[in-house]
Every structure is written in structure tokens, then in C-alpha cells.
């Protein structure tokens, strides 16, 4: 057998394992159960690849992330390694075929979901496999006190009893001590080896910075610290406004939501990371596979949800060891903003009752019908329709795909079909008089099997690109060959697809989840107050701080965060420096802004320094709320 470190240098081009890899590699080949905690960077993904590898056979990989897996599959065929993932909206057909290449096909990686363990089909080839290793990503998710529980991962152990002598490994970002203990306990783990890595970063400075005006701090941080930087905000209209506004003032920027498609996101990905815009401006949709070592500064416009994703997302920043830099702005508004967007946007059981049914009427679906049926899913005209309000509504089809009564995949793309209903010489004849409809029909029958036979997905992006027309001409021509009957056209705009994973049984349904739902938003509720905590908690070091949260509570304070910069802050200024300010105040009353832009003093140290002018009586605060010399 290869050494591990042989796999990584030819698969992955390191010489060197990153702290605790090689460790969980080892335990994991010599069949233990493993549980790997690893913060954001640390290369979860390679401490079952690499072992995988090693054994004969194929590894399960568990995951509650479509786009994660993905992900991961089109990583691993481009290393050329034989990988899989079943998503949703696959027929029976695609996954008898695709479960058939598992067993007789030497694939080395088998993605799914939790959900599609609950299949008889799915559990009965699984047991015909050779299968060397259970891997479950996101393993938190495993566990009621997790921060994204999803209760289907509780059915994992299933692959237990089907394969009782293989091992699993287990990994996650961050989790508490109970949480560890519980994943422990469902996943059936035997004398588990637990790693985890510390949670402290100390090249990471974590600053709390009071601002009225959002946009000039950000400024003035992204002009201070002029490295690669990530801005996270609320909602998807703020990323279109923030980068718009950086850009207008000569900061390359660009933004990335959920509801951008592959191509857009692929764009933003590609010149951001090409260095090419210096700043990201995202949600937290932004997250996936974002391993650019070298960025300097992640600020947050508006509070995390949880410290769990704060961490996460802060940590970001800094993984090539450089002094990095993690912000938050926040201002007296944060808190019921925060309570608005996390707390009030929570659907209430009464409300998940009344989305289920009309979400079952508005595709059509029976009682005790409906399961495994996939359905193209248009958010905006499903609200409308209904009237009802569209956060709830989201939240709501979030929490019925957490809890598995549905699968939500949000696509963001134009889905088109075509069939040739006539015969190709009476086809060309046609054409002939049509240019642009021959063009595309050309395109076409070059680039598409079968199309004769039926209906064929065909990318109408893809087909204006290379006839050179526009989209809309190629849509639009294709329509009028719709309408002289040459071919069946079928296109529409979805926002996403959503399969049915239960039968329809209305409140019998959502009955069922609803403790779970009930805790889950104590949980977040609780979660929330504890950023509330952190954020207020100025007298504490904000390292120290989130190592306690993640129970390492005999740290040492970082030095470098906002709380220990405050605390290490010398108030007795040098004469000097009162001089500048006081000859400043000479000229005119300035504000605190026209003070900071005028002179050299940083905010925090200009805040002091004015507070300490203040109490001395040299100055005062006029109605306007500017400063101005004390009359003597």
C-alpha cells in the first residue's frame, strides 16, 4: 500500500499534511471510527479521500449539500478520479444505472444525500457494494443540538447495519462537546477517536467597531487593509448596492447571492479570485469552496446568526497566516435588525400547515400521493398566487427540506426542450427560407442526440453563443418553428425544483416535524442572543470570548482584537497630539468623520482622545453634534 503522503502530493500537489490530517488518516486505516472536528480551511475533505484511495473499493460519502457535492465530484473527475453524486430529480432508471456503474464500475466515491438512504432501492445496491469507508460531511447536522439539524441524518446508521464492519468518520467545523456526543451516539461509533483542532487563530484580529455610517468605516478599512476582502450582508439587493457604490468610488468589486446561476457565480468566483476585484460582496451563500489563502480582511455589514457561522465565515480570512482581519460594524439599529431577519422571519406550525397544503394543491397532488415526484418550481408566481409573504414562505420550504418532507434545489436557470416532429428532408426544406432557424437547428442536430425520438434539454446560452444571435432570437425562433408545428418546444424560467420525498398528509405531515421545528427555533433564538453577547461584550478579549463558546476556556487574551487594542489603549495622550486636534477646532467645529478624514488618528483613538477632551473641559459638543474650542 502507498503511503498517504504519495496520494497527496499526486492528487493534491502537497508535500505536507495540514495539523491533524495525518493523524485522522491513520486511525481512519486502521478502521476506526473517527470524529474530526476542523475549522474552515483545515481540509476536512482529504482525511477520507486520501484513506479511500488507499482501500479497495468505494467510500460513502454523506452529505446534506447539493452544490457541496457537487462540488466535490467535479474535483475529484478532475483529478481523474472515478466519482459520483445522486442529486435530486433523477429518475429510477438514472439511479438503477448510476447505482449499477457503483458496483461493477470501479467508482471510488459515492455522494448522496441522507434522504436517499430512506430508499429501498438505494439501501439494497449499497449492500451489494464493496464499500471501504462511511464518510458524513456537516456530522453537527446529525444532532438535535446541532446548528442545522436535519433529522433524516439520524437514518445514517442504516449504512451501519449494512455494512457493520466498516468504519465511519465523521466531520465537522465546529461543534460543542455535546454535540460531539451526540453524533458519537447516532452514528453507532465504537471507542471513537475523537480530533479536534484548537479553535484559536492568532494571526486573526477580531474587531467590533461602532459606526453610524457603514458604507464610510468600510471605506476606510478596505483603503487601510488593501488585500483581498469578502463582505458579508443580509440580503441580495445589499450586494448589488455595496459593490455598485465600491466601484463607483474605485474599489473593484463584485457580488455573489444565492440566486445568481452557475455561470454568473462561476464569473464572480473567477475575478475575485484572479485578483482581479479586490473585494466580494456576498451572503452567506458564499461559502462553499472558497479556499483563497490570502485574504486580508472579511468585514460583516450586519450580525451573523450564530457564532458557529460567524466563525466560519470570519475565518475566511488569513489562512496563509498573514495578519488578517475579521469586522464587525455594528450600530444601535443591529439588534432589532437582527431580531427581524432571524427571529420574526421564523414560520410559526400554523403557517408550515398552510404552505405544505397550498404547495400540494399548487402542484396538484392528492392525499397519500405525490412521493418522489419532481416538479420545476417558480418561487415569485407560487407566493403571488397565494399571497403570501415571500421570507416566511422561503423559510418555510427551507425548513420542509431540512426536515425531508420535500427536496429543494434552487437552480436560477432557463430550462428549454426540443423535439423534431418532421422528417430531416422536409426538416431542410423548411429551413432553407429561414436563416436564423437554420442556424439553430444546425447547432442542434450536431451537438444533440436523440432529438427525433423525444424531447431533449438544450441550453438556449449555449446555442446563442455560438450562432451569435441573442437569446431572446433564439427563444423566439424557436417558438415560431413551435407554432408551424416543425418541433415541440417546451421552455419556462424556474427558480428551482422541488421533490416530494413524503405522500401528501397534510397536518398528519407537519405534525410530525413540529417539535423538531419548535426547538430548532428556541435553538436559533438562543444562538442569536449569544452574538448579542459577543458583539456587546466589550470587556472581554473577542478571542477568549469565541474559544469559550467552543469550550477552550483557558486561553490567553489575543492582544490584537478590539477589546484588547481598548484595554491596552494609553489615555494620556502626548501634548502633541491635543495640539493637532485643538488646532484643527481653531479653524471651525468639525465633526467626528471631518476630524478622522483631516488628521492621522484612527477612530477608536480619535473616540478616546475627544472623550478625554471633553472631561477636561478644552472642547464641547455643539447642537449640530460637531466639535468645537470651549469658550474660556
Not at 483563497?292 to 450586519?302: G, L, M, R, S, Y
Amino acid at each position: 500500500m502507498k503511503h498517504p503522503i504519495e496520494i497527496l502530493e499526486h492528487y493534491w500537489g502537497f508535500t505536507e499534511f495540514k495539523p491533524q490530517q495525518e493523524a485522522i488518516i491513520e486511525a481512519v486505516l486502521a478502521n476506526e471510527d473517527c470524529i474530526a472536528l476542523l475549522p474552515t480551511g483545515g481540509g476536512k475533505s482529504v482525511c477520507f479521500q486520501i484513506p479511500a484511495l488507499l482501500k479497495k473499493g468505494i467510500c460513502i460519502v454523506v452529505s446534506p449539500l447539493i452544490a457541496l457535492m457537487q462540488d466535490q465530484v467535479n474535483t475529484l473527475k478532475e483529478k481523474g478520479i472515478k466519482a459520483m453524486a445522486l442529486t435530486s430529480g433523477l429518475s429510477f432508471e438514472d439511479i438503477d444505472r448510476m447505482l449499477d456503474n457503483c458496483i461493477y464500475g470501479n467508482y471510488k466515491f459515492l455522494y448522496l444525500s441522507p434522504e436517499r438512504l430512506q430508499q429501498d432501492l438505494v439501501q439494497k445496491r449499497v449492500k451489494e457494494m464493496d464499500v471501504n469507508l462511511i464518510a458524513v460531511d456537516e456530522a453537527h447536522c446529525i444532532s438535535q443540538w446541532g446548528h442545522d439539524f436535519r433529522p433524516a441524518y439520524r437514518d445514517i446508521k442504516t449504512i451501519r447495519t449494512l455494512h457493520p464492519n466498516v468504519n465511519v468518520i465523521g466531520l465537522t467545523a465546529s461543534a460543542t462537546a455535546k454535540v460531539v456526543e451526540d453524533i458519537c451516539v447516532q452514528l453507532d461509533c465504537i471507542a471513537p477517536q475523537i480530533f479536534k483542532t484548537s479553535f484559536q487563530r492568532p494571526n486573526l484580529a477580531y474587531l467590533t467597531l461602532d459606526c453610524e455610517d457603514k458604507y464610510f468605516k468600510t471605506v476606510q478599512i478596505l483603503k487601510k487593509y488593501s488585500g483581498t476582502s469578502i463582505i458579508y450582508v443580509r440580503n441580495r439587493k445589499a450586494t448589488l448596492e455595496i459593490s455598485g457604490y465600491l466601484n463607483k468610488i474605485g474599489i473593484t468589486s463584485g457580488y455573489y447571492h444565492g440566486g445568481l446561476n452557475s455561470k454568473e457565480k462561476d464569473t464572480q468566483f473567477e475575478l475575485w479570485t484572479s485578483n482581479q476585484n479586490q473585494v466580494m460582496v456576498a451572503t452567506n451563500a458564499f461559502g462553499m469552496g472558497i479556499d483563497k489563502a490570502n485574504v486580508q480582511t472579511v468585514i460583516h455589514h450586519n450580525l451573523p446568526e450564530s457564532l458557529e457561522s460567524y466563525y466560519q465565515e470570519a475565518g475566511r480570512a488569513g489562512r496563509d497566516n498573514s495578519n488578517a482581519y475579521a469586522v464587525i460594524l455594528r450600530n444601535t439599529s443591529d439588534e432589532t435588525n437582527s431580531k427581524k431577519q432571524y427571529i420574526n422571519a421564523l414560520p410559526e406550525i400554523s403557517f408550515l400547515k398552510n404552505v405544505y397544503k397550498r404547495l400540494c394543491n399548487y402542484f396538484q397532488i392528492s392525499y397519500g400521493e405525490g412521493i418522489e415526484t419532481t416538479h420545476s418550481f417558480n418561487f415569485k408566481l407560487f407566493c403571488s398566487t397565494y399571497n403570501l409573504p415571500s421570507i416566511l414562505t422561503y423559510n418555510t420550504l427551507k425548513i420542509l427540506d431540512r426536515t425531508s418532507i420535500i427536496s429543494l434545489e434552487e437552480r436560477f436557470k432557463n430550462t428549454a426542450f426540443i423535439q423534431l416532429k418532421i422528417g430531416g428532408t422536409a426538416l431542410f426544406n423548411y429551413i432553407k427560407k429561414h436563416p436564423k432557424q437554420a442556424l439553430i437547428i444546425k447547432h442542434i442536430l450536431r451537438s444533440h442526440e436523440g432529438v427525433f425520438d423525444h424531447l431533449t434539454e438544450i441550453f438556449t446560452q449555449v446555442i446563442a453563443k455560438k450562432t451569435t444571435l441573442s437569446e431572446a432570437d433564439v427563444i423566439a425562433e424557436l417558438t415560431a418553428l413551435h407554432k408551424a408545428e416543425i418541433v415541440q418546444f417546451e421552455a419556462s424560467k424556474t427558480d428551482a425544483q422541488i421533490t416530494f420525498i413524503e405522500p401528501r398528509e397534510d397536518d398528519k405531515t407537519i405534525h410530525r416535524i413540529s417539535k423538531i421545528v419548535i426547538q430548532q427555533h428556541d435553538l436559533k433564538k438562543a444562538q442569536l442572543q449569544t452574538v448579542f453577547d459577543y458583539v456587546k461584550n466589550d470587556g472581554v478579549c473577542k478571542s477568549q470570548k469565541l474559544l469559550s463558546y467552543f469550550e477552550e476556556p483557558n486561553s490567553k487574551r489575543c492582544g490584537i482584537c478590539s477589546s484588547c487594542l481598548e484595554r491596552s489603549k494609553n489615555n494620556s495622550f502626548s501634548e502633541s497630539d491635543i495640539q493637532k486636534l485643538l488646532a484643527l477646532l481653531k479653524i471651525e467645529p468639525l465633526s467626528s468623520r471631518k476630524i478622522e478624514t483631516l488628521s492621522t488618528f484612527d477612530g477608536d483613538t480619535l473616540t478616546t482622545l475627544l472623550t478625554s477632551l471633553l472631561e477636561r473641559g478644552l472642547i464641547e459638543l455643539t447642537e449640530r453634534n460637531t466639535y468645537k474650542l470651549k469658550a474660556s
